[in-house]
């Protein structure tokens, strides 16, 4: 599988619309990707500055004061079941670890990986790389064939669905009566709008023990760290450890400089609590502003994202809002199914949403 097998950059399909954007008087507001732009916070950066001098290599596996404090953060935060410190591994990022999990998990072409039927593109571009059958489902009882990874994703990119408790336990009852790896993407937890996210390591979703369970986590977005590539993986020990050893030979490790302000960051949550009222206060800016303008937000219970369409074509919205000098991600980037819906973030400064949101009304 080479690079010439895979699907074009979404993003790259973008130009005309953002050099249409560009023409506005004032300004493009660019809410097409979800890029944190406020304050990274200074917790982090001591942290990272007090780690600096690191001659040495850091370990794949993580230091164990940071396993610690995963471990201490699924608990607190999320209900998760104590894991032991065999289930936690530090990644260079979700978005490395959501691509290179069917890989590091051995599939190949006779495998079958189920992503949601609306989803992020990378999970689709993991299993391509290893030359897997991609099948796109919503609903385990929907499922034909025996899948050896399955994807879910709560609060979810690009539509911001929740799953509640009980949706959860059935997605990890159908992976453990098929043998499967249950991968979930709870990367957006900490923003939950009209509904609770809740973790697949909640006790009573997994019945108290994390076979056969993986969740992704990452602090790009609830602590402003993406510049940092700093997430991690945790469930099952015997899924992990097998990450764990491979990517030894990879390479793939977390600088210690990362690991201390990761470590740092999981320990508190009130500059998350202070991040998350930026982002209602300008979703509160920015929802009406689009249904007043003739779109409706479908979904849109959790993540940093408005779920918005106008019963067209999610390029011909892309059009009509590139001529107002806003940039957004068309729908198509993640499935058919989203072909009439316009992903639009809210990851942009209070005064670019009001921009926009003042482009929307005139």
């Given amino acids: ?17 953002r050099a249409t954007a560009a023409g506005h008087p004032g300004g493009v507001v660019d809410l097409s990707v979800g890029t944190p732009v406020d304050p990274t916070p200074q917790l982090a950066r001591d942290a990272l500055a007090g780690a600096s001098d690191c001659p040495g290599y850091p ?17 607190r935060r999320w209900d998760a079941i104590e894991l032991p410190e065999q289930g936690i591994l530090p990644v260079i990022g979700t978005k490395e670890a959501v691509a290179w999990l069917p890989t590091l998990l051995g599939l190949g072409a006779d495998d079958l ?58 997605w990890v009852d159908y992976a453990r009566s098929v043998g499967a790896v249950l991968a979930s993407d709870e990367c957006y937890g900490e923003f939950g709008w009209d509904a ?16 056969g369970i993986l969740v992704l986590h990452s602090l790009s977005k609830r602590s402003n760290l993406a510049g940092y590539r700093a997430g991690f993986i945790a469930g099952d020990p015997d899924l992990v450890q097998r990450q764990v050893g491979l ?34 206060r300008r979703r509160s800016v920015l929802r009406p502003a689009l249904e007043a303008a003739g779109f409706r937000i479908d979904h849109s219970e959790g993540s940093l994202y408005l779920w918005a369409t106008r019963g067209e074509d999610c390029r011909a919205s ?42 929307l009304h005139s």
């Avoid at 977390?254 to 982002?279: S, W």
């Avoid at 107002?324 to 949403?353: C, K, M, N, S, W």
């Fill in 1 to 17: 599988m080479g690079l010439d097998d895979l699907p074009d950059f979404p993003w790259d399909s973008l130009a005309g619309a």
């Fill in 59 to 75: 370990t794949v596996w993580g230091t164990a004061p940071l396993r610690r404090a995963v471990i201490d953060h699924l608990s």
């Fill in 113 to 170: 990986v189920v992503i949601p039927t609306t989803a992020y593109p990378t999970y689709e571009v993991g299993a391509r790389l290893v030359g897997a059958q991609v099948l796109a489902c919503d609903d385990p009882a929907a499922i034909q064939g025996t899948p050896a990874l399955i994807w879910i994703n709560s609060p979810a990119n690009p539509h911001g669905v929740i799953l509640d408790a009980d949706r959860m336990r059935a």
């Fill in 196 to 211: 609770e996210p809740v973790s697949a390591l909640r006790a009573d979703v997994c019945e108290g023990r994390p076979d």
């Fill in 247 to 280: 990517r030894k030979h990879l390479g793939m490790m977390m600088p210690f400089p990362v690991q201390e302000a990761m470590r740092a960051l999981l320990g508190d949550q009130e500059h998350v609590a202070e991040q998350r009222e930026r982002y209602l």
């Fill in 318 to 359: 892309i059009d009509w809002l590139a001529q107002r000098g806003i940039v957004a991600a068309p729908g198509d980037f993640y499935g058919e199914a989203g072909r009439q819906h316009v992903r639009i973030a809210l990851t942009g400064t209070d005064e670019r949403i009001n921009a926009a949101a003042q482009r």
